[in-house]
T-cell receptor, first 113, second 114 residues
Framework: SQQGEEDPQALSIQEGENATMNCSYK?????LQWYRQNSGRGLVHLIL?????REKHSGRLRVTLDTSKKSSSLLITASRAADTASYFC?????????????FGKGITLSVRP | GAGVSQSPRYKVAKRGQDVALRCDPI?????LFWYQQALGQGPEFLTY????????KSGLPSDRFFAERPEGSVSTLKIQRTQQEDSAVYLC????????????FGQGTRLTVV
């Protein structure tokens, strides 16, 4: 079962534009993470935001977390063709020994040169 | 290299054959995860180890799937009597501590059952 649901499922933008991707989840979390996956490759960690944080920045990435709405957004500013990939949000639940990441189905981002 | 290494990268198995997939995590990483990713889908959790202890195997689809990490480092995911629905990419990830740190993923093993 997948806890996170990303929105939209696919996004196509022009190079230089900003890309906003959203993620909603169902249960209380310890933290939420965003990952990128290029075609046929493993996942690469982008950013982690804890449940007591509201916003975090890393380079061209900005992530927000609204625990009251159980949602997060990932903003990529000034997109580049190299940002073309699938993006996944993943949650870590609050349960004691259960620290697994639960992924959504992902968003396919295409950045046109 | 210093990343998570998985082998083989590709495996073609005849239906009914047993397969073993290997994961070498980053040295010193306590947590190790196995995920299954079908085409066009997100990774689905299979099992989790903390050192050599398998703390969660709730995602293993059937008793044909078995994972071990006997010395708390290298892990093997074994699938017995493979079936076509087992065809997927199997991803291994490790993290330094439990839960609240980023996970580092290997490139995955693409299993095709024919």
């Amino acid at each position: 079962s997948q806890q996170g649901e990303e929105d939209p499922q696919a996004l196509s933008i022009q190079e230089g534009e900003n890309a906003t991707m959203n993620c909603s989840y169902k249960t209380s979390i310890n933290n939420l993470q965003w990952y990128r996956q290029n075609s046929g490759r493993g996942l690469v960690h982008l950013i982690l935001i804890r449940s007591n944080e509201r916003e975090k920045h890393s380079g061209r990435l900005r992530v927000t977390l609204d625990t009251s709405k159980k949602s997060s957004s990932l903003l990529i500013t000034a997109s580049r063709a190299a940002d073309t990939a699938s993006y996944f949000c993943a949650t870590v639940l609050l349960a004691g020994a259960n620290s697994k990441l639960t992924f959504g189905k992902g968003i396919t981002l295409s950045v046109r040169p | 290299g210093a990343g998570v290494s998985q082998s083989p990268r590709y495996k073609v198995a005849k239906r009914g054959q047993d397969v073993a997939l290997r994961c070498d995590p980053i040295s010193g990483h306590v947590s190790l995860f196995w995920y299954q990713q079908a085409l066009g889908q997100g990774p689905e959790f299979l099992t989790y180890f903390q050192n050599e202890a398998q703390l969660d195997k709730s995602g293993l689809p059937s008793d044909r799937f078995f994972a071990e990490r006997p010395e708390g480092s290298v892990s093997t995911l074994k699938i017995q009597r493979t079936q076509q629905e087992d065809s997927a990419v199997y991803l291994c990830a490790s993290s330094l501590r439990r839960g609240n740190t980023e996970a580092f993923f290997g490139q995955g093993t693409r299993l095709t059952v024919v």
